[in-house]
């Protein structure tokens, strides 16, 4: 199983705490270091210094970051012009030397649209988005050097585009889908994802998700084994209890709603959790950490978690 580093920048983090989280998950041997792209924040709390954008982040850790892996959990279709979105993850992936994947998602979070004017469409129009979008960046992607491409959707048009610049990996950028939907989601994880992510379930919900994703790959025709599946959880880990107790806090949880909802505890309590996970197919699993002032947690995952679940 890979371990990717998960963060969320709109609780409260200035691109150099970024930085630094970066430059340890890649350090400690982490596979990835993603970020979710949210322009405020959620729950309590004020979220200073204020967002920052995913991709300009991106592009800023992808000159000083060498190997890790680098990415959004998710991007909004209903954020950016998809158009503009396959230069700005082609230009990301360039300047990392191919270590780019995009996670697109039909965006959920309404307050930050009304917060920043962002248009907020219903549920199926918000796919509708999506849809499009992932069929119109491949696309775009895809398009050999020298041809144009055209583009006819409900939404968008883009007519003798010259399909540039491509990005470094071929034939493009993983993406990664994910979501709970029960028919949109998974057929179109099927068609254009190179992962799936069942997100913040449950051992029973991801199994589940897992099963009807796989389902998808069989009615469209593609081998389900060539679909990468992940998790994503909240995470703490102490070496004992009362670290336990302590980290839970500053992440904003009792240990109680840790253990319900999240992967905690004591390392060897956090290896079997993961193996759970791989049980069900889970080959990546993303670590939400919330503290990210705590250098010394992302140490001890990488040492007392990582060699025994990768």
Request: hydrophobic share 40%; glycine share 10%.
């Amino acid at each position: 199983m890979l371990l990717r580093i998960f963060t969320e920048p709109q609780q409260g983090a200035s691109y150099d705490d970024l930085l630094t989280v970066a430059r340890r998950t890649e350090e400690c041997g982490f596979d990835a270091f993603f970020r979710s792209d949210h322009y405020l924040v959620m729950g309590d709390g004020d979220g200073l210094p204020g967002p920052t954008d995913a991709w300009i982040t991106l592009a800023g850790l992808a000159r000083e970051t060498q190997r890790i892996k680098l990415g959004t959990l998710v991007s909004s279709a209903t954020f950016r012009n998809p158009g503009v979105l396959a230069i700005s993850v082609a230009q990301v992936d360039q300047m990392s030397g191919g270590r780019v994947e995009l996670g697109l998602g039909a965006g959920w979070y309404e307050a930050e649209h009304a917060a920043y004017g962002l248009d907020f469409p219903d549920t199926p129009g918000r796919f509708d988005l999506l849809t499009e979008q992932l069929e119109l960046i491949t696309g775009l992607w895809d398009t050999p050097v020298g041809e144009k491409y055209d583009f006819a959707g409900k939404h968008y048009q883009l007519k003798d585009s010259p399909a540039l610049p491509k990005p470094v990996q071929q034939p493009h950028p993983p993406i990664i889908v994910g979501g709970a939907g029960k028919k949109r989601t998974p057929a179109l994880a099927a068609q254009y994802a190179a992962e799936f992510n069942a997100g913040f379930r449950d051992l029973d919900g991801t199994k589940v998700l897992f099963d009807r994703v796989r389902a998808a790959c069989t009615t469209a025709g593609r081998d389900p084994e060539t679909l990468a599946l992940s998790a994503a959880h909240r995470v703490v880990v102490g070496k004992d209890d009362a670290e336990v107790e302590r980290r839970a806090a500053a992440a904003g949880w009792s240990v109680e709603e840790l253990h319900k909802s999240g992967v905690g505890g004591t390392p060897a309590q956090v290896v079997d959790k993961l193996g759970q996970f791989a049980e069900l197919g889970a080959d990546r699993f993303y670590l939400q950490i919330m503290d990210l002032t705590d250098l010394d947690h992302l140490d001890l995952i990488a040492s007392d978690v990582l060699p025994h679940v990768s």
